[in-house]
């Protein structure tokens, strides 16, 4: 993989200076951080948006036991919002039973260093390694880049990367050039996924994309 620190950087200054702090991960308690990172799994943040609105309202983010509780066909109409809702539905239950094994809620399991609290996660049913790392980052506050399809594209578009390169070496490139704290990190990832929704789509709209040092960038173009 190519492109130094410094250019990096420069990607990062740029989108914030475009597009603003992201105020990431959009949700209003620990829980809800966690049930959205299952929700949003394969589907647009807005839908997974709506579905942890409805478990709030439902009080089923108060109380994983409360959640785990809860009869399959309550569970799906509350996030059917999200899609595929009978796998999200036993992926949140995973989750719910692993939090209550591991001492009933979010504080006793973050007490874990950030390696052993990844391998936990990874052990969740249904929880991969952008699932893990966005609770990592966003809930348990412990600098990690999260890679997503939305990394990969922006980034082999720039020249960086190959498209099919693997998450654990993306990850660990973007760490050894970008340093920071968990704020920083999921500014960055956030900042990303903004650019991938406005200009670097499936069919990029370069017109007006603020990174002017992509060679595909019409400016770039003769
Ligand atoms: S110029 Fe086009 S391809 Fe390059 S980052 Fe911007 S939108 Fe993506």
Request: aromatic share 10%; glycine share 6%; charged share 20%.
């Given at each position: 993989?190519?492109?130094?620190?410094?250019?990096?950087?420069?990607?990062?200054?740029?989108?914030l200076?475009?597009?603003?702090?992201?105020?990431?991960?959009?949700?209003?308690?620990?829980?809800?951080?966690?049930?959205?990172?299952?929700?949003?799994?394969?589907?647009?943040?807005?839908?997974?948006?709506?579905?942890?609105?409805?478990?709030l309202?439902?009080?089923?983010?108060?109380?994983?036991?409360?959640?785990?509780?809860?009869?399959?066909?309550?569970?799906?109409?509350?996030?059917?919002?999200?899609?595929?809702?009978?796998?999200?539905?036993?992926?949140?239950?995973?989750?719910?039973?692993?939090?209550?094994?591991s001492?009933?809620?979010?504080?006793?399991?973050?007490?874990?260093?950030?390696?052993?609290?990844?391998?936990?996660?990874?052990?969740?049913?249904?929880?991969?390694?952008?699932?893990?790392?966005?609770?990592?980052?966003?809930?348990?506050?412990?600098?990690?880049?999260?890679?997503?399809?939305?990394t990969?594209?922006?980034?082999?578009?720039?020249?960086?990367?190959?498209?099919?390169v693997?998450?654990?070496?993306?990850?660990?490139?973007?760490?050894?050039?970008?340093?920071?704290?968990a704020?920083?990190?999921?500014?960055?990832?956030?900042?990303?996924?903004?650019?991938?929704?406005?200009?670097?789509?499936?069919?990029p709209?370069?017109?007006?994309?603020?990174?002017?040092?992509c060679?595909?960038?019409?400016?770039?173009?003769?």
């Amino acid at each position: 993989m190519e492109a130094s620190a410094l250019a990096l950087h420069r990607l990062f200054d740029t989108l914030l200076t475009a597009y603003g702090p992201r105020h990431w991960w959009p949700a209003p308690t620990v829980p809800a951080m966690m049930a959205g990172a299952i929700l949003v799994q394969n589907t647009a943040w807005s839908g997974a948006s709506q579905a942890v609105e409805r478990l709030l309202a439902a009080g089923l983010l108060d109380s994983w036991p409360q959640l785990l509780a809860t009869p399959e066909e309550t569970l799906w109409a509350l996030i059917r919002p999200a899609g595929f809702f009978r796998v999200k539905g036993e992926r949140l239950k995973a989750l719910a039973r692993f939090l209550i094994d591991s001492g009933g809620d979010h504080d006793a399991l973050f007490r874990l260093e950030t390696p052993a609290l990844r391998a936990a996660l990874l052990g969740v049913h249904g929880v991969g390694k952008e699932t893990a790392d966005s609770i990592l980052c966003y809930a348990a506050d412990r600098p990690i880049f999260v890679v997503d399809a939305y990394t990969k594209r922006i980034f082999s578009r720039l020249g960086w990367c190959d498209d099919a390169v693997e998450y654990d070496a993306l990850q660990r490139w973007v760490m050894d050039r970008f340093s920071g704290d968990a704020q920083r990190y999921g500014e960055l990832h956030a900042l990303l996924v903004e650019h991938a929704k406005l200009h670097c789509r499936t069919r990029p709209r370069c017109d007006g994309c603020p990174l002017l040092f992509c060679l595909r960038h019409p400016r770039m173009i003769p």
